[in-house]
């Protein structure tokens, strides 16, 4: 087995997420975690920083050796895959195409819930992912600015405060035939409970950092 490690990157604590399901589904792995606290978020900037951000955070992580980079962070999948294949040495994988893959094909020809950071939202790359797995599924896309800085604060699922922003963002979405949401961004795992709580029980939740760590 290929001794080096995973080396994995998010813009802040979101991709820990990322890291807890790669741990339970290859424990014998060794991982590297950059969190770039300091610049926290990235949903809110422009392409060009998003890019340059990405290539500062993976090019540190070359110094570990690592034999796979994991882009855990949905904005960075979303505006700079190109630029992190081209700069990297090793393979890499983000989180946009596996979620979007597993949100197919729950929903088939049904309607999915795309939640993410305003620049995931604004780049349109889940919609183009999930239609290159060629259904026609409905895509509605909600970005959820305020996620990021609840889970960065240190507020969980049960935090008033939380509970009050997941209503707002998602209630309005509540008549419509929902058949998969996806969490776009590896924030949003850490306040599933309240998401599933005003979503409702029917409708499936796919935790894209999940299927990302699948695929690795």
Same mark, same amino acid.
């Given at each position: 087995?290929?001794?080096?490690?995973?080396?994995?990157?998010?813009?802040?604590?979101?991709?820990?997420?990322?890291? @807890?399901?790669?741990?339970? %589904?290859?424990?014998?792995?060794? =991982? +590297?975690?950059? !969190?770039?606290? $300091?610049? &926290?978020?990235? #949903?809110?900037?422009?392409?060009?920083?998003?890019?340059?951000?990405?290539?500062?955070?993976?090019?540190?992580?070359?110094?570990?050796?690592?034999?796979?980079?994991?882009?855990?962070?949905?904005?960075?999948?979303?505006?700079?895959?190109?630029?992190?294949?081209?700069?990297?040495?090793?393979?890499?994988?983000?989180?946009?195409?596996?979620?979007? @893959?597993?949100?197919?094909? %729950?929903?088939?020809?049904?309607? =999915? +819930?795309?939640? !993410?950071?305003? $620049?995931? &939202?604004?780049? #349109?790359?889940?919609?183009?992912?999930?239609?290159?797995?060629?259904?026609?599924?409905?895509?509605?896309?909600?970005?959820?600015?305020?996620?990021?800085?609840?889970?960065?604060?240190?507020?969980?699922?049960?935090?008033?405060?939380?509970?009050?922003?997941?209503?707002?963002?998602?209630?309005?979405?509540?008549?419509?035939?929902?058949?998969?949401?996806?969490?776009?961004?590896?924030?949003?795992?850490?306040?599933?409970?309240?998401?599933?709580?005003?979503?409702?029980?029917?409708?499936?939740?796919?935790?894209?950092?999940?299927?990302?760590?699948?695929?690795?």
């Amino acid at each position: 087995m290929n001794s080096k490690p995973i080396a994995v990157f998010d813009s802040g604590l979101g991709g820990l997420s990322v890291v @807890r399901h790669l741990r339970q %589904i290859l424990p014998d792995e060794d =991982i +590297v975690y950059f !969190g770039d606290t $300091a610049r &926290v978020p990235y #949903g809110t900037k422009t392409r060009a920083t998003v890019v340059n951000f990405s290539l500062d955070d993976a090019t540190f992580l070359l110094q570990f050796e690592p034999k796979l980079v994991v882009v855990a962070c949905n904005t960075a999948s979303a505006l700079a895959m190109p630029e992190i294949i081209r700069a990297m040495p090793v393979p890499v994988i983000g989180v946009v195409e596996p979620g979007a @893959r597993t949100a197919a094909e %729950i929903a088939g020809e049904g309607t =999915i +819930v795309v939640l !993410g950071t305003e $620049a995931t &939202v604004n780049s #349109g790359a889940y919609p183009a992912a999930i239609a290159a797995c060629g259904v026609n599924s409905r895509v509605i896309q909600k970005a959820c600015p305020l996620f990021v800085p609840l889970v960065e604060e240190g507020r969980d699922a049960g935090d008033p405060i939380v509970r009050m922003t997941v209503e707002s963002y998602l209630s309005p979405l509540k008549t419509e035939p929902i058949r998969a949401i996806v969490l776009g961004c590896t924030h949003y795992p850490l306040l599933r409970e309240a998401i599933a709580t005003v979503i409702g029980p029917a409708v499936h939740i796919v935790d894209s950092g999940r299927e990302a760590s699948l695929a690795v």
